[in-house]
């Protein structure tokens, strides 16, 4: 086995210790705590579920863990090994019932993943990359082959504030339909996978929201940049994912969305 096999084979298991951990809880009573504001909800689930996948990793790597909930640290090391988690991806669809919420691991060597899983428990689905190819629940998968942009249908994972509702309509405008998921991993696994065309934020988001589902579309043949076309990192501004076949069509949607 490889390293990056021994790492696939490792995100796949943590994320799915993870997300086991949060089905049972799901549609229980919780006690929903907020943070930034109303909708940025937390739970003790999303702790629980973190620290499930920490000790996952632990059982064969001590190597820095990057996360969302306290006890791992915020930033990905740009030397060396690390671990991407974002315990519960989508807490408000999770506290509402609604199935569209998963855990999401990846593996980091020197800034980039390198291998990547997302398991939506709820809807029974899971997504896993390692140094090429995609499967969902074992099948290989790919993006979409859809060419004509007027029939895409396209995800606003976040926009920013202050264009929040001019950024709607541009993309309303441009775009066959659009849909926010709410789970930025579902999102962005559902474009690699073929079943949304293209995802954008206009805003920089958290590595953990972002990096498993972008390793993913580049891995299933899809393009991932930022809002200046330049190939997508974790710590770029925006990140733009698409097909591939409209790229330069969904980047000047998404600049406009932005304000630009
Ligand atoms: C959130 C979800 C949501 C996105 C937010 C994220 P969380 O993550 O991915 O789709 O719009 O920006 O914070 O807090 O549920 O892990
Ligand atoms: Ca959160
Ligand atoms: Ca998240
Ligand atoms: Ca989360």
Known sequence: MTDTEARADLVARAADAGARVALASFREELTVETKADKTDVVTQIDRDAQRRVVETIREKYDEPVVGEEEGTSKAIPEKGPAWVVDPIDGTNNFVRGLRIWGTSVASVVDGEP??????????????????ERVTLNGDPVRVSDREDSDAFVVDPILLDDTTDTAGVDVLAERFGDFRRLGCAQATLAAVASGSLDAAITTVRMHPWDTIAGAHMIRNAGGTVTDLDGEPWRHDSRG??????????????????AAGE
Do not use: F
Request: hydrophobic share 60%; proline share 3%.
């Open 114 to 131: 390198v291998a990547a899983a997302t398991v939506l428990p709820a809807l029974a689905d899971t997504y896993l990359t390692g140094a």
């Open 239 to 256: 990140l733009v994912a698409s097909n591939g076949a409209a790229h330069d069509e969904v980047l000047a949607a998404a600049r406009r």
